[in-house]
């Protein structure tokens, strides 16, 4: 997660984490990226339906019913403990989240134990009571998925008026008095929205967005031929940095970050480099705090049945079940080959990956990613998008 906001427009300081110590339990949400310990922001898919049919979606979610969920009783040990263990952050996901019929018992549960709790949603099911609900369990934030305008957005999601239902969904939140911001992943169907995108943050009054990169998993491993050339994510990501620039010169504050590709935190620190080399040591300061990548350290995931992975995307690697053992001995369980691997990726990542200089600050980037394409899980990410001069390999 890169905060162009927050290093581009400088709206946090490296003293900022600094002051807490960096310690995950004691920093605000918009800090945690920065911690030093890295206790994970957990990924709990709750139920796998879903009212939609979102082309790349990683869960393959249908309208039916599965089976074999963790029950409500199992969800409020699996809160429990996380809550013992440290993890800053419980994210609700799915399928569709809401359309579980205990999750509000279950997110009320994680917010009096301490935790932040976040639910990431179509906003297609957020009814002016379903938000007065989430501002009563004293949820965090709710992060909403879009993933273009109107048309682009209805015809991902499979389903034609989502995208209406979706911003009435967000001004439900915004007027119960709930945190609410935007999901958007990046790809060659939708990067012409972008500034659509922009806009409506203004227009709507909405705080914050998260760009993803796309992923090849689930549904979106089908969509390797529509990821963004190199040359194209580098233009997004300069359209991307300059819209937020554009809206903090105008005294429009929006946080905005890029999600899956940490080649955008390089990339964005030599541009930096280029236009204020002042600042641009404070940008490199917080990068290194950042670290890059942390599949399998700072973010986990738990699935439907109760399978612990490294992230959400990696569903084809199980470290073990919550219903056989408790998740905070599961992660921290470095007799798994592949699990202690991930708490320190440099010394297995190769080729152009294993040379980089910005290896530190970019943690090798996205595994998952590699794997999907070369079959090689350590292989070199192929949507890093740096040139080896940029890399120091020439």
Not at 283 to 297: A, D
Request: glycine share 10%; aromatic share 8%; with cysteine.
């Amino acid at each position: 997660m890169i905060g162009i906001s927050k290093l581009y427009c400088g709206t946090v300081e490296p003293s900022d984490p600094l002051r807490y110590g960096r310690e995950s339990g004691k920093l605000p949400s918009h800090l945690l990226q920065f911690s030093k310990d890295k206790k994970p922001v957990v990924v709990w898919n709750v139920g796998q339906r879903c009212n939609l049919r979102c082309i790349h979606c990683y869960s393959h979610s249908k309208d039916r019913e599965y089976g074999g969920e963790l029950s409500t009783e199992e969800g409020i040990s699996l809160i429990d403990d996380l809550a013992d263990f440290g993890a800053p952050v419980i994210l609700f996901s799915g399928g569709e989240p809401l359309m579980r019929k205990d999750i509000f018992q279950l997110a009320r549960h994680a917010a009096e134990k301490g935790m932040r709790a976040v639910i990431s949603t179509n906003g297609t099911l957020i009814t002016g009571e379903v938000a007065k609900i989430l501002k009563s369990i004293g949820l965090s934030y709710v992060g909403v998925s879009l993933d273009g305008m109107m048309e682009t957005n209805d015809r991902f999601r499979g389903v034609e008026g989502a995208f209406n239902a979706a911003i009435t969904g967000i001004r439900n939140c915004e007027e119960a008095g709930v945190k609410v911001g935007l999901r958007f992943t990046l790809n060659k169907r939708n990067a012409h929205d972008v500034p659509g995108i922009f806009k409506l943050l203004e227009e709507e009054n909405i705080p914050r967005v998260c760009f993803y990169h796309l992923v090849y998993a689930g549904r979106g491993s089908r969509l390797v031929k529509e990821d963004l050339s190199h040359e194209e994510t580098r233009r997004v990501v300069d359209l991307i940095i300059d819209k937020t620039k554009e809206l903090y010169n105008r005294g429009i504050s929006k946080e905005v970050l890029t999600v899956d590709n940490h080649a955008d935190g390089v990339y964005l620190y030599l541009r930096v480099l280029r236009e204020d080399p002042k600042r641009a040591e404070d940008v490199l300061e917080l990068l290194k705090m950042n670290e890059g990548n942390s599949s399998g350290n700072g973010i986990g995931c738990v699935s439907w049945d109760g399978s612990v992975h490294a992230d959400q995307f990696w569903r084809h690697h199980s470290f073990g079940n919550v219903r056989e053992r408790l998740f905070s001995e599961i992660w921290a369980d470095t007799s798994n080959e592949l699990m202690a691997k991930l708490k320190d990726k440099k010394p297995h990542v190769k080729g152009r990956c294993a040379r980089c200089k910005w290896l530190g600050i970019c943690g090798g980037n996205f595994r998952v990613r590699a794997e999907a394409v070369t079959g090689d899980l350590w292989s070199p990410d192929p949507a890093c998008y740096l040139t080896d001069a940029e890399i120091g390999i020439e």
